[in-house]
């Protein structure tokens, strides 16, 4: 059996003080002990090492060879202890150099990154990103090995040990290029049913729930909805748009992202669906890290709900 088991760790804190200040009364105080628990721990420690440690000599209490040798490996055990300790708690984004891993899909990146990267610019320059398109079941497996340390979007509750916060919410809105022969400013329900449109369904996301909403309002008016394009990836949509009279179904997030390079109409939907909202999802063993706590709150910051 290894010794160490045997040996209360906290009379090492009780040897290292006794060691700085070479006095019974004061070690005790440091440590926080009464007179009697530190002559209780002290009598402990010299049993475990066969030596008496410490020794009175003209009024004070002198070290052993012993405990002269011993006193700078525990000087330096505890130092790293308390670091480790101390370090765990604490997270300084202004000075860190740590790498977080955030799983997004193309909206995110489209809609979420290029503020988020600006503000690291600011307030964490040596800060690094990287982002990565999962599934949701590879999702709620990587999050507690920490493959990946938040994932943004739209998931149903991943279930016990997992958190989720609302980090902002929209509405669905259409697009079309402008001048298109049956939208001009406004979307009329005739128009959006006799559409051909554009069907985004990325891996991850809930585009493939919208497809659903928007199949079922279809059939309210007996119409088949034509999906002329159904597409995984968000490249080379605002030009599909904004040169075609396809109309495409999307949050008006990415619809105005959309519209910064390309030349389109954003239009209300002639009725009405559930809104949609985005969450960061994170797991319960990192839950009082503090590093990854800092990482919710710039979401939470930088989108307010």
Not at 138 to 158: C, K, T
Not at 246 to 255: D, Y
Request: aromatic residues 8%; neutral net charge.
């Amino acid at each position: 059996m290894n010794k160490l088991y045997s040996l209360d760790l906290n009379l090492l804190l009780v040897f290292d003080a006794m060691m700085r200040v070479g006095s019974v009364s004061k070690a005790a105080e440091e440590v926080g002990l009464t007179q009697p628990s530190m002559s209780n721990a002290l009598t402990r420690l010299r049993n475990f090492f066969g030596d008496p440690l410490f020794v009175r000599s003209d009024g004070a209490m002198r070290p052993t060879p012993l405990a002269l040798q011993m006193a700078q490996p525990v000087q330096e055990a505890l130092e790293q202890i308390r670091r480790a300790i101390e370090d765990k708690r604490h997270f300084d984004p202004a000075i860190s150099c740590r790498r977080f891993s955030i799983c997004m899909n193309e909206m995110g990146q489209r809609v979420f990154l290029p503020k988020i990267v600006a503000h690291f610019a600011e307030v964490a320059p040596s800060i690094d990103l990287e982002t990565v398109e999962m599934t949701s079941q590879q999702a709620q497996a990587a999050l507690p090995n920490a493959e990946v340390d938040l994932v943004i979007g739209y998931f149903s509750d991943f279930g016990p040990n997992f958190f989720r916060q609302r980090v902002t919410s929209g509405h669905y809105v259409a697009v079309a290029r402008k001048r298109h022969p049956q939208v001009d400013g406004e979307l009329t329900l005739s128009a959006y049913l006799n559409a051909s449109h554009i069907s985004y369904v990325p891996a991850l996301g809930n585009h493939a729930a919208l497809d659903g909403l928007l199949a079922q309002e279809f059939m309210k008016h007996g119409v088949q909805r034509r999906v002329a394009l159904r597409v995984a990836h968000s490249l080379g949509i605002p030009k599909i748009i904004s040169s075609t009279d396809l109309i495409m179904t999307v949050p008006s997030v990415l619809a105005h992202a959309f519209s910064e390079t390309a030349d389109m109409q954003i239009l209300d939907l002639p009725f009405d669906i559930p809104r949609i909202e985005i969450f960061q999802y994170w797991h319960a063993r990192y839950h009082h890290d503090p590093a990854n706590q800092w990482l919710r709150a710039q979401f939470k910051n930088v989108f307010p709900s």
